[in-house]
């Protein structure tokens, strides 16, 4: 079955989604996206999503003013491509349009360009039981971190490494605090308290994050957002992170650090219990076996 995909507003198959080679986005990576889990269906926190593509596109100064257009058009995505019983994802860009090169905005106002794909996404079982190993890098992002823009070359540069060590994400470093990995949050627990980097310009301020805040109030669980230092990393019994595409990953080893027995951590397993509860049961109605 060809891919449907939605383009300014058309649905086609992707062969015939065409994009001019003037687009500020493959010229500039001059544009935002989001990405939003869809459990049989049903979106996770979709408002949410729409509110920080809301201020991506404010903060880089793109006009686009139909995001309440955007669910009919997921959902018709993941109707044609027959993902309504299965676990998917959306990716969205919206980037400035197309128009000659130059690096100010150009004068003329510009029709965004507006791209959108459904996905099979299934959970990672084996990962989200076992943990994953990490590495860490210096964080050498710019310092809007907290836009979801394009211009992943950093992201994807460091990501590399992590796949070339045999490693599944990488931990970001800058001034010696953890910051986030390479497409996830990261979260650190000692103590039974939990701690991750405060939302500001230097991580992305993550949905599944938002998630998080809310599961560990319903728990009793302290969140204390204050950055977790790398030297200190072993005073700390748990570490986890958090995505759209990993949901709650419990993390075994940071380098050659190992956590407890190398399982993943109590704490980590009751966030991740209460996040399936919210998504897999209520949202699919599965109850899925980790
Ligand atoms: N990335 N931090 C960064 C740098 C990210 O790229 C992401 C998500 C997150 C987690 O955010 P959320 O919980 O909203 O997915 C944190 C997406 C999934 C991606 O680039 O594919």
């Not at 998504?279 to 599965?286: I, V």
Request: aromatic letters at 10%; one cysteine or more; charged letters at 25%.
């Amino acid at each position: 079955m060809p891919e449907i995909v939605y383009l300014n507003g058309f649905f086609l198959t992707k062969n015939k989604a065409l994009i001019s080679p003037d687009d500020r986005g493959f010229n500039f990576a001059d544009g935002v996206y989001e990405v939003i889990r869809y459990y049989k269906g049903q979106p996770f926190l979709f408002d949410e999503h729409i509110r920080r593509l809301e201020r991506s596109l404010n903060a880089v100064k793109i006009v686009f003013n139909d995001t309440h257009e955007l669910q009919n058009i997921f959902n018709r995505l993941i109707l044609e491509n027959r993902l309504n019983n299965l676990y998917a994802g959306i990716y969205l860009q919206i980037t400035r349009g197309s128009a000659k090169r130059t690096h100010h905005f150009p004068k003329e106002n510009l029709q965004c360009t507006i791209y959108a794909t459904a996905f099979e996404k299934k959970p990672m079982l084996k990962q989200l039981k076992t943990g994953i190993k990490v590495i860490s890098r210096p964080d050498i992002r710019w310092l809007r971190c907290d836009i979801k823009s394009i211009a992943l070359l950093p992201n994807t540069l460091i990501f590399q490494e992590a796949v070339e060590h045999g490693a599944d994400e990488c931990i970001l470093i800058r001034q010696g605090n953890i910051t986030e990995g390479t497409h996830s949050n990261a979260f650190a627990v000692k103590n039974n308290k939990v701690y991750t980097h405060p939302d500001g310009n230097l991580i992305l301020s993550g949905i599944t994050r938002i998630a998080v805040r809310k599961i560990c109030s319903e728990l009793n669980i302290e969140l204390i957002e204050e950055p977790v230092k790398q030297h200190e990393i072993h005073n700390y019994s748990e570490f986890f992170l958090t995505g759209t595409g990993n949901e709650i990953m419990p993390v075994v080893q940071i380098d050659n650090y190992i956590f407890g027995n190398g399982i993943p951590g109590k704490i980590t397993r009751e966030i991740q219990r209460a996040f399936f509860k919210h998504t897999y049961e209520q949202l699919a109605g599965e109850i899925i076996g980790i």
